[in-house]
């Protein structure tokens, strides 16, 4: 039989029963589709962090209290030790060639009021070094500076998403007054727009000196939330990230850094453990949107069984005439191959537009790739051999006189 002759053969048959195959259809059009919307969200996902990650500063290393273990075996935790302190910073800031620029910082959330609105938001004091570190740059007004660092000025900066929520997006903000934790604040500047992309939001805080945080809101003894590290380049990171070790644990007296009361990441580190994360949570929508083509598979092998069974004297007339058991089984088969493929060029273009619609609505971000369609469509295609396969078999293996006498 010539492949065009059984290519359309086969389309008949299929077209004959229209909402059987319509709805056999649907499983796999249904599974294609979420194939590619959940890898594309798990892609999505990768490159939004991947972004943030960038969007945190330039060879960043970053140094935050470690687990405190001296209760026992009882381990606080990460972050839940109090032993930064300003002299660290200052130690660091003479001791390590390979940094550009370090900076100390004590972050805290406190509620911001300005006239009738209020927003509660991160407040981190600062110094000036941190916005080149951070890569915070400004859209209006201006940063603080060392002569605000010497006077404990009531200065801030504000990122773009504080001064929406309290002056408004189209209201100036430089110049106006803030209370934060009731204690009055000039803005002097207000922070460019870097976007939120799933790890906090840099565009959501209010930046003051580190003095004034000191003064006026954690108190003068306060310890360090994070050191703010740049290395001079991404060539000397690691080497910059193993003086800062070492010279920590020479100002705490610790020889073993399994024992350190701090810890030490860079930028590197930061984005490959992350990235790790969101490659498994890919890896995890995508199996569980590869359950809906498996019943998708399913369908198809229960719809060509029932077309079997129902086309059984056919099938005995055509072996009575002369027909192979590979023609009987070819055209089944290719029923189920031409389902299958139809069903993953529409549950391609779903998949695509649902995605395009959820990234464009902004209600989600799907990164989709060449490789997710193409593994989408190559699934389905296969699902179409394997799942028709065994009723294409049973077809061809029909005696002709038995399938005759069938009602």
């Known amino acids: 039989m010539k492949l065009s002759d059984l290519f359309s053969e086969s389309l008949g048959s299929l ?32 490159a939004a962090i991947t972004n943030s990650i960038s969007a945190l500063g330039s060879n960043l290393i970053v140094v935050t209290p470690a687990s405190s273990t001296t209760a026992g075996p009882v381990n606080g935790g990460s972050g839940s030790a109090v032993t930064l302190t300003l002299s660290d910073a200052t130690a660091l800031k003479k001791s390590v060639q390979d940094a550009k620029a370090i900076s100390a910082d004590i972050a805290k959330r406190y509620q911001v009021v300005a006239g009738a609105m209020n927003t509660n938001t991160t407040v981190t004091g600062t110094q000036p070094t941190y916005f080149d570190i951070r890569n915070v740059t400004i859209a209006d007004g201006a940063t603080f500076t060392d002569q605000d660092i010497t006077a404990g000025s009531a200065v801030a900066v504000l990122g773009p998403t504080t001064r929406d929520n ?22 002097i500047g207000v922070a460019t727009a870097k976007g939120s992309s799933g790890v906090g939001n ?19 003894q306060a310890s360090l939330t994070s050191i703010s590290i740049e290395a001079n380049s991404a060539d000397v990171m690691n080497a910059a990230q193993n003086e800062v070790t070492q010279e920590m644990l020479q100002l705490h007296n610790l020889t073993d850094i399994s024992s350190a009361d701090f810890q030490v990441v860079n930028q590197a580190q930061i984005s490959a453990s992350l990235s790790t994360t969101t490659q498994t949570l890919t890896l995890l929508l995508g199996s569980i949107a590869g359950i809906s083509l498996l019943v998708g598979g399913i369908g198809i092998m229960n719809m060509m069984l029932t077309t079997v069974t129902e086309r059984t004297r056919e099938i005995g007339l055509r072996k009575s005439v002369g027909a192979k058991q590979s023609s009987i089984r070819a055209q089944f088969l290719s029923e189920a191959v031409i389902l299958t493929a139809f069903g993953g060029v529409v549950g391609i273009i779903c998949g695509l537009g649902i995605a395009w619609i959820a990234t464009s609505t902004g209600a989600m971000s799907a990164d989709v790739t060449w490789w997710s369609v193409v593994l989408a469509f190559g699934v389905s295609t296969v699902i179409g051999v394997v799942f028709g396969y065994y009723p294409a078999g049973r077809a061809s293996r029909l005696k002709p006189i038995e399938a005759l006498k069938y009602e």
């Open 15 to 46: 077209m004959s029963n229209k909402a059987r195959s319509g709805l056999t259809l649907l499983g796999i059009v249904i599974g294609i589709a979420s194939v590619i919307v959940m890898v594309g969200v798990g892609q999505g996902a990768t």
């Open 166 to 187: 309290l002056f408004g997006s189209d209201a100036p903000a430089v110049g106006k007054m803030i209370r934060i934790n009731s204690v009055q604040f000039k803005v």
């Open 202 to 220: 840099p565009d959501d805080g209010i930046y003051i000196p580190l003095t004034a945080a000191q003064r006026y809101l954690a108190g003068p």
